[in-house]
């Protein structure tokens, strides 16, 4: 489950239809990814650096986020 995959889009359609565990980004350099795990659930994380540290923020299930796609 360590592996980045870039994603052409992290389109409404496109997340949805994962179902390999992984993360997830777009490739923009944002730090925004969505995670995968095994069990089919769907997060996403927002990577940050604090004071020189590397930090993972959850931002919540794929669920339950409103994509640029979604009406």
């Keep these: 489950m360590g ?4 994603a052409k ?9 994962l179902r ?3 993360k997830y980004h777009d490739g923009h350099g944002t730090g925004l990814y969505l995670k995968v ?4 659930s769907r997060f996403w ?3 940050v650096t604090v004071r020189g ?3 993972e923020i959850g ?8 994509h640029s796609s979604s009406p």
């Design 3 to 6: 592996e980045h995959t870039i």
């Design 9 to 17: 889009s992290l389109s409404a359609a496109f997340v949805k239809s």
């Design 20 to 22: 390999v565990p992984g």
């Design 37 to 40: 795990n095994a069990n089919g």
């Design 45 to 47: 994380v927002q990577r």
């Design 53 to 55: 540290k590397r930090r």
């Design 59 to 66: 931002s919540g299930s794929s669920s339950s986020k409103r």
